[in-house]
């Protein structure tokens, strides 16, 4: 069996690095497809906790008065809100880890 001239190498090599270069691009936009729904809840997670540093003091406000109101409600709610927040202290750097993949996949904007 001969051997192909290295014209036909070069072009079928050519082809396998465009194939891999569109395969890698759809790979990228099921990735945002994919994830893009809790990088949305993460931005609005974000943008409460914003608020919540702009405006303390009606959060606690509101604290207060439900701690007078329903007491046992708001131990319950205390209670919760400590154990949501160990939790993300503890998913946090996988969180933030695959946002940054996220990122690095989308291709760059004109």
């Known amino acids: 069996m001969s051997k192909p ?10 082809m396998l690095q465009q194939r ?11 990735v945002r497809q994919t994830f893009a729904p809790a990088v ?10 914003q608020w919540v540093k ?8 509101a604290g207060g008065l439900l701690l007078a ?4 409600a708001a131990v319950g709610l205390l209670g919760r809100g400590w154990g949501l ?5 503890r998913l946090r750097p996988t969180v933030q ?10 291709p760059p904007q004109a």
């Open 5 to 14: 001239p290295l014209d036909d190498l070069a072009l079928r090599k050519l």
């Open 20 to 30: 891999c270069a569109v395969q890698r691009e759809v790979l990228a936009v099921q």
């Open 40 to 49: 949305r809840t993460v931005a609005q997670v974000k943008a409460g906790g």
């Open 54 to 61: 702009q405006h303390p003091w009606l959060v606690a406000l």
């Open 69 to 72: 109101w329903r007491p046992r």
């Open 85 to 89: 927040w160990q939790t993300w202290r």
């Open 97 to 106: 880890r695959m946002l940054e993949l996220v990122r690095q996949a989308q």
